[in-house]
């Protein structure tokens, strides 16, 4: 019996990334549920700006095979602007059906301010558009700077629900997907 990969994929560049630091709680809890697990961190890999006629440009290759090989892969961004980072946005473009149909996904979205409703939304509806089966569980970290204190996260409860999505990933990883969602059908690309 293989053992379940789960990647999370950090969409922040910023050095103390409350975002990366949330991702590793999440995957030190998917790894304890026997879990292997590995952080894809953005700031490391060379994926330009997408542009449809260069799909293969810098990194995008080994990106793109890291998430195929995932069956869970968590989903970590900052909130800009009520809605996920442009780094996650633009790795996110390199891929496709190949990378994302049938995988188990896990949202975190961690703010500055208030609950990232409208982020976890916007993640969920991308999640929907690649024909993945996301958790219904979403950890979210709120008022980040309170939740953390010289770089370890001191909330219990932030804790909890991030260890949960952690644990779900691996529990989810096999789980029998929905048929095709209306979303998916929809997303097929355009020739322009």
């Not at 922040?12 to 990366?20: A, F, I, K, Q, V």
């Not at 440009?57 to 800009?80: K, N």
């Not at 999505?165 to 690309?189: K, T």
Request: glycine share 10%; net charge negative.
């Amino acid at each position: 019996m293989t053992r379940t990969k789960v990647v999370g994929i950090c969409g922040s560049l910023r050095e103390g990334s409350y975002t990366r630091q949330s991702l590793r709680v999440a995957l030190a809890a998917a790894a304890a549920a026997g879990g292997d697990t590995e952080l894809l961190d953005l700031r490391e890999w060379d994926l330009p700006v997408f542009d449809p006629d260069a799909e293969d440009a810098g990194d995008a290759a080994a990106f793109r095979e890291q998430i195929r090989a995932a069956d869970s892969i968590l989903l970590g961004t900052p909130v800009y602007h009520g809605s996920f980072s442009t780094p996650l946005k633009n790795a996110l473009d390199y891929c496709g059906f190949d990378e994302f149909e049938k995988k188990t996904v896990g949202l975190l979205c961690v703010a500055g301010g208030s609950f990232p409703v409208t982020a976890l939304e916007h993640l969920r509806s991308v999640g929907r558009s690649l024909d993945c089966w996301v958790i219904p569980h979403q950890a979210a970290v709120p008022r980040a700077a309170g939740a953390f204190e010289d770089g370890r996260l001191v909330d219990e409860q932030v804790r909890e629900r991030i260890e949960t999505l952690g644990r779900e990933a691996v529990q989810y990883a096999g789980i029998e997907p929905d048929p095709q969602s209306i979303e998916s059908c929809e997303n097929v690309g355009a020739d322009d």
